[in-house]
C-alpha cells in the first residue's frame, strides 16, 4: 500500500486537529492549521502564503480586511512552537506580487524573522514569486528552484512528476477543495490536502485565498479541514 494512515475503520469519522500518516514508508504530520510537519527532519511545509495579497487588492480598490499577513504569519509561529520545527519550507507563492510587498507587510515579516533567529526558510519559487528577490533581501531566506531534493522527498510549487531518485513530491499552486454533496446538489466545499501519484499537494495557507475544486480517483486519498480539525474523506 502507498498509504498507512493511522486512522480508525474507514466507516467511522474521525476528527483530529493533528493527525500522523505514513507516504513510502515516511512519516508526516498533517496540521489543521494547514501545514505539513516532517518529524525526521524537524521541518514543516506550508504551501500559498500569498502575502500581502490584501495591500495589492485595497490598491485596487476592494474593500478586503488589511490584516491578513499577520494573521498567515501568527498561524505559521503556532505551527512551529507546536511542532518545535527548526526549518520552514515555503511551497511557492510566498508573496502575491510586486505590489504586495508593503512597508507593512515589510514590518510585519521583520518582526516574524526576529522573533525566529534559529529557523532555517526556504523558499521553492512559485509563479507568483517571479522577479520578487531584490525586494527579499535582508530576509533570511534560502531560494531554490521545483524539483530541490530534502533527503528523498523533492519540493516544488507546481505538481508535477518527483524527481528522479525521489519517494514523494509535496507541491502547492492548486489551492485544493474537496466539495461535497448530496442527492440535492453541492452542500459546499473545504480545503483539503490531496494525495495522488505520489504527489501531496497541500492546501492554501494565506488567509485571503481562494480555492479550487479537485477530483479524487477512487486511488487517491484526501483529508478536509472543517472547524481546526482534520477528516479523512
Known amino acids: 500500500m502507498l498509504l498507512k494512515p493511522k486512522l480508525a475503520s474507514d466507516s467511522v469519522v474521525v476528527k483530529h486537529s493533528s493527525l500522523m500518516i505514513s507516504i513510502e514508508g515516511i512519516m508526516f504530520c498533517l496540521l489543521a492549521k494547514r ?16 502575502f500581502g495579497k490584501e495591500v495589492t487588492f485595497r490598491k485596487l480598490g476592494v474593500a478586503v480586511p488589511s490584516s491578513s499577513t499577520q494573521s498567515t504569519l501568527s498561524t505559521i509561529a503556532q505551527m512551529i512552537a507546536q511542532c518545535q520545527a527548526s526549518r520552514l519550507v515555503l511551497l511557492g507563492d510566498m508573496f502575491h506580487a510586486r505590489s504586495s510587498i508593503s512597508p507593512g507587510v515589510r514590518e510585519s515579516l ?14 521553492v519559487l512559485g509563479n507568483h514569486d517571479k522577479g520578487l528577490f531584490p525586494r527579499t533581501a535582508g530576509w533570511p531566506i534560502e531560494i531554490v528552484a521545483s524539483g530541490t531534493l530534502i533527503d528523498t522527498v523533492s519540493t516544488a510549487h507546481f505538481p508535477q512528476e518527483p524527481s528522479s531518485g525521489s519517494r514523494l513530491l509535496l507541491c502547492g499552486h492548486l489551492h485544493p477543495a474537496y466539495r461535497f454533496s448530496s442527492k440535492i446538489g ?48
Not at 110 to 123: G, M, P, S, V
Not at 220 to 227: A, C, L, N, P, R
Open 110 to 123: 521583520d518582526i516574524f524573522f526576529a522573533t525566529h533567529k534559529q529557523l532555517r526558510c526556504t523558499l
Open 35 to 50: 501545514g505539513l510537519y516532517w518529524p525526521a527532519q524537524k521541518t514543516l511545509f506550508v504551501a500559498d502564503t500569498h
Open 186 to 233: 453541492s452542500v459546499g466545499k473545504l480545503p483539503c490536502f490531496w494525495l495522488s501519484n505520489r504527489q501531496l499537494v497541500l492546501p492554501a495557507l494565506g488567509e485571503f485565498t481562494g480555492t479550487q475544486i479537485i477530483y479524487p480517483s477512487k486511488s487517491d486519498h484526501t483529508w478536509v479541514i472543517v472547524e481546526d480539525q482534520i477528516m479523512r474523506v
